[in-house]
């Protein structure tokens, strides 16, 4: 088949969830004999004389670099680019791009559209492009030929709330180690002596809440090590250092070795979030091996299941706080959900398996093309 993947920032990914989908994702539909583009920003991504990344190939597009505009002015090019391709399947990430899917279905293209979680909640939207996130929501249905979700929470609610049915194909994360201790050393963290976060910096993470339960907690010799950055989000970050003690550590964002280096070692990671759906940071740190605390949120729940600790939106800071000492204080806890984490990442979230059904997906829809149409 030939399948154009659009709607991120690309490949190699150096920022967010999508685009670490289709780092893994795409090169394994490539060595499974696929013919794969995956379509980028390079302004953000660079490598702009990459033609080629582990089997994939790449379109360099360029976009209007704005909070509000960037990504619905780089898929419309990359749509409208996909058009006298031919492509078999066009699998779009992001419901802003539903106003896009339809088009591709124009030359025959099967569209798939990734929805992800609940965007128009987040705190970076004003009113008008929340409006318009929702009322996406409505038309996703139309749009695309299937809907995907990466959490059945998330599938659930599109049933309740518009009656659209969406097939639910779960994230992936890599079970992997990394036993390296040179970023731990240029943060000054101890192995086994901090508590980890990742992510997005944005208001909507509520990571002050994090700060304040790991103040109360009170983990003797512990540090917080905080890992993310994120655009337009300058304001957040300066109110989070001011009122971070000296033990909270401000790594920025990271990648490669380091991020699992930091990730391998950590005492517990806490998953703070109550819009996402599945957390690609999440499923990574079950798969580095971590005892993990997560907001008790639908989408969180599901993907925990009984191999982490979860703790109460009611009292965000006083449960947290409760669940950290609790983890501090039992002995063999963290071990043990250490071991249930990794072997639910195995049985439930591996890229091979996600590719597995992506495949099934896309040879259902081949099947369904409409008579007189070519690939």
Known sequence: MRIALLGTRGIPANYGGFETFYENFGPRLAER?????????????????????????LVHLPSLASKHFETITHTALSVFHSLPRRYDIVYICGVGNASLAWIPRLTGARVVLNVDSSDWRRAKWGRLPATYLRLMERFSGSAANTIVVDNRAIGRRYREDHGIEAVYVPYGANVLRNEGREALDQWGLDDGRYVLWVGRLERETLVEELIEAFRRADLP???????????????????????????VVFTGRQHGEAYQQLSC?????????PTSGTSPALL???????????????????????AGLLYSPDDPIGDLAAALRRLYETEGLAADLRIRAVDRVRDQYSWELVTDKYEELFARLMKRRPRGTKG
């Open 221 to 247: 010799g512990f540090k917080l090590a905080i890992v993310g950055d994120a655009p337009f989000a300058d304001d957040y970050k300066k109110e989070l250092r001011s009122i971070a003690s000296p033990e």
């Open 284 to 306: 990574d740190q079950m798969a580095f091996g971590n005892a993990v605390i997560a907001r008790a949120t639908a989408t969180n729940t599901e993907v925990v299941s009984d």
């Open 33 to 57: 004999g696929h013919q794969v583009w995956v379509y980028n920003r390079p302004h953000v991504v660079g490598h702009r004389d990459l033609l080629t990344y582990r089997g994939v190939n």
């Open 265 to 273: 070692h950590a005492f517990a990671y806490v998953q703070t979030s």
